[in-house]
T-cell receptor
């Protein structure tokens, strides 16, 4: 069975500082990896995805993530955060012919 | 671009009542997934349909049922509602159940049971 772990439930960071949200996964088969963002009282929006190829993936809003197969990680990074980045971030994985499984989420709070 | 449409956006029901949530996938998408997100929790998979047939089932209570219609829209029927059913219900769609491009989610239906 597959699983996703997000080690930090809450991450406070000052505006314009860099941030890294950690994600680790477990799977015995190849996976596709995703990061979704959920703003307060809104739906889920896809930030970026890793399917294959280059391990560094760039997404929307200046976010990027790096797939590390040996460490089974897919950490999300942004060099300089804004107040508007305050949201819940979900790491997720999918295998072929299967549903998306979400991690428990990380609440990012950007402090002015 | 067209997105996944869910209706209603908000729904308030009393305990033991019945609720029906609707999901209209992106045009030409043939696969629909339902998720339940409780307060402060991650989305939990309920059920999915591919080409109008149930393709997978998660932690969906027996009080809930769902189906996908010929036009590919889906409905989630919830009976004998309990306070614990209060949650945000998401629908997502994809093209084929082997789609590796992630889901496109709707904005969700917020169900409040009082």
């Amino acid at each position: 069975a597959q699983s996703v772990t997000q080690l930090d439930s809450q991450v406070p960071v000052f505006e314009e500082a860099p941030v890294e949200l950690r994600c680790n996964y477990s799977s015995s088969v190849s996976v596709y990896l995703f990061w979704y963002v959920q703003y307060p009282n809104q739906g889920l929006q896809l930030l970026l995805k890793y399917l294959s190829g280059s391990t560094l993936v760039k997404g929307i809003n200046g976010f990027e993530a790096e797939f590390n197969k040996s460490q089974t990680s897919f950490h999300l990074r942004k060099p300089s955060v804004h107040i508007s980045d305050t949201a819940e971030y979900f790491c997720a994985l999918k295998t072929s012919y299967d549903k998306v499984i979400f991690g428990p989420g990380t609440s990012l709070s950007v402090i002015p | 671009a067209a997105g996944v449409i869910q209706s209603p956006r908000h729904l308030i029901k009393e305990k033991r009542e019945t609720a029906t949530l609707k999901c209209y996938p992106i045009p030409r998408h043939d696969t629909v997934y339902w998720y339940q997100q409780g307060p402060g929790q991650d989305p939990q998979f309920l059920i999915s349909f591919y080409e109008k047939m149930q393709s997978d089932k998660g932690s969906i209570p027996d009080r809930f049922s769902a189906q996908q219609f010929s036009d590919y829209h889906s409905e989630l029927n919830m009976s004998s509602l309990e306070l614990g059913d209060s949650a945000l219900y998401f629908c997502a769609s994809s093209l084929g159940n082997r789609d590796s491009y992630g889901y496109t989610f709707g904005s969700g239906t917020r169900l409040t049971v009082v």
